[in-house]
């Protein structure tokens, strides 16, 4: 097997151990540093697909991301100067009075894994802040997290504010979380649903697309 070959199932298992050395042998090989990114993009992606189809669980996504992290600390030096292209940009964040942040921490790896470059508002974030970052980043996708029954109605808030404010022709529009479903968040105004991160990297890839 090939260092790459095994570097990518490396990261599909969630075995870190070996992380490190299998990326450098990579890079000492000649291979193109966005030949490597590329793989191990490929390679989160069938992490997601498994988490998805309850083959894996938190635990295994976790491992899986902490050896993405190990794998591009290796290539930071590589990459200087190379410009690896993303799937796109998408703005995330909590919505407003929730302060609930695993189900959003577990897609934004899962984004960031694949390769969209990701812009995480973190918790309880206003309509408010969400235009203003929409304005300032301009993002082709906007997230929107809620994991508590009492907030998931502000996913409907930060859509309005969009429509108000002019900037909801910019962006499609995700919302998730634990109490929402597919048919909430079509009710809101949300161009689609993901029930976790997973389903979202493709649900982000197709609203690229569209």
């Known amino acids: ?65 902490r050896c993405m992290t190990i794998a591009f600390d ?43 470059e990701v812009i995480d508002l973190g918790t309880d974030v206003s309509e408010e802040k969400f235009c203003e970052a929409i304005k300032r980043e301009k993002p082709a996708l906007v997230g929107l997290s809620s994991l508590l029954t009492t907030t998931m109605y502000e996913i409907g808030v930060v859509i309005k504010k969009l429509e108000e404010t002019g900037l909801r022709s910019r962006v499609k529009v995700i919302a998730g979380g634990a109490p929402v479903t597919e048919n909430f968040a079509k009710r809101m105004g949300a161009d689609a649903y993901a029930s976790d991160g997973g389903q979202a990297v493709a649900i982000c890839k197709r609203l690229m697309q569209a």
């Open 74 to 116: 290796v290539l930071k030096s590589a990459m200087k100067g190379i410009k690896i292209d993303s799937l796109g940009k998408i703005i995330i964040g909590t919505v407003k009075s929730d302060m609930h942040d695993i189900g959003k921490n577990i897609v934004v790896s899962f984004l960031k894994g694949v390769g969209f």
């Open 1 to 65: 097997m090939s260092n790459i070959a095994e570097l990518v199932q490396k990261v599909i298992a969630g075995d870190w151990k070996d992380i490190a050395r299998l990326t450098q042998a990579a890079v000492d090989s000649g291979m193109k540093t966005e030949d490597i990114v590329h793989q191990l993009q490929g390679g989160m992606e069938v992490v997601g697909q498994k988490y998805s189809s309850g083959e894996y669980f938190l635990p295994n996504m976790m491992k899986s991301a």
